[in-house]
């Protein structure tokens, strides 16, 4: 059985950092890329950031670009968000995904989906 399980959500103030964390189960994560997405209250899922399978590539949406980090752990199974900088339009359920296939941006694209973590940023 495929699981996903985000961490690391919390309440913190604009400025402030976290490190959310995906744990991998079920799947041999080595040969998935990773992606994690968002959706805030009233809005579609977005796209935030994808890793490949190797770790040696990445892409952000321009939202986050320059404050968030992908990144990821094969032994671990693990992959990683690291978010600096964070701004109240932050908040957000942050879900991780994983795809065998070529890079996308596209959450239609992914298969296996995490139940979800929340970031809450306040002002």
């Known amino acids: 059985q495929v699981q996903l399980v985000e961490s690391g959500g919390a309440l913190v103030q604009a400025g402030d950092s976290l490190r959310l964390s995906c744990a991998v189960s079920g799947l041999i994560f080595r040969v998935c890329d990773m992606g994690w997405f968002r959706q805030a209250p009233g809005k579609e899922r977005e796209f935030v950031a994808v890793?490949?399978?190797?770790?040696?590539?990445?892409y952000y949406g321009d939202s986050v670009k320059g404050r968030f980090t992908i990144s990821r752990d094969n032994a671990k199974n693990t992959g990683y968000l690291q978010m600096n900088s964070l701004k109240p339009e932050d908040t957000a359920v942050y879900y991780c995904?994983?795809?065998?296939?070529?890079?996308?941006?596209?959450?239609?694209?992914?298969?296996?989906w995490g139940q979800g973590t929340q970031v809450t940023v306040s002002s």
């Open positions: 890793i490949t399978r190797s770790g040696d590539s990445t």
């Open positions: 995904a994983a795809r065998a296939g070529s890079f996308s941006t596209q959450e239609a694209t992914y298969k296996y």
